[in-house]
């Protein structure tokens, strides 16, 4: 039966599921206060040249709350897009990072590790990657991409951002 939502009405919701609100707290902080973040980057090009930039990042809950998805903006470096979906039969979070502006894409598995988060899988390359949230208090992190081209035997960083929470 047809209904009248829009797209964003039938995507986002307000709060985590029920069902699994606990689990959903290793990412929901991001949400908190309005979800609004900016970042301080460097991104690194092949050749390790650092490349420094400003940018924002805005995160909300999705598909019925079993779900979060947000947006990374790095004006003229990439405007992406990240589904992060809890399972509960692996205790583990699916990671599908989507780059439509430089067709970049990786799907990774998040958990936490000690204060940090640790997202692991490969990029569509087929290098191995890690993203890494360090440094979390409620109103700051830091993000570290890394890189390796050897399977994990050595790691390079790829980008590095400071975050700080926008309040609303």
Do not use: C
Not at 66 to 86: C, E, K, N, S
């Amino acid at each position: 039966m047809p209904t009248s939502k829009s797209l964003i009405d039938a995507l986002h919701t307000n709060e985590p599921a029920a069902d699994r609100a606990e689990k959903m707290k290793l990412y929901g902080w991001l949400i908190d206060r309005g979800g609004r973040w900016e970042m301080d980057t460097i991104v690194y090009g092949d050749d390790g040249t650092p490349q420094p930039g400003r940018g924002e990042i805005h995160f909300g809950w999705v598909l019925e709350g079993r779900a979060i998805q947000d947006v990374w903006i790095l004006p003229g470096i990439f405007h992406g897009t990240t589904l992060r979906v809890y399972d509960p039969a692996l205790d583990a979070w699916h990671i599908l990072w989507s780059d439509p502006l430089r067709q970049y894409y990786s799907r990774q598995l998040g958990r936490a590790s000690g204060n940090d988060i640790v997202q692991e899988g490969h990029n569509s390359a087929g290098d191995a990657v890690r993203w890494s949230f360090t440094e979390i208090t409620p109103n700051s992190f830091r993000w570290i991409g890394e890189r390796s081209q050897d399977q994990g035997k050595t790691w390079r960083v790829d980008a590095d951002f400071s975050a700080r929470r926008l309040m609303d």
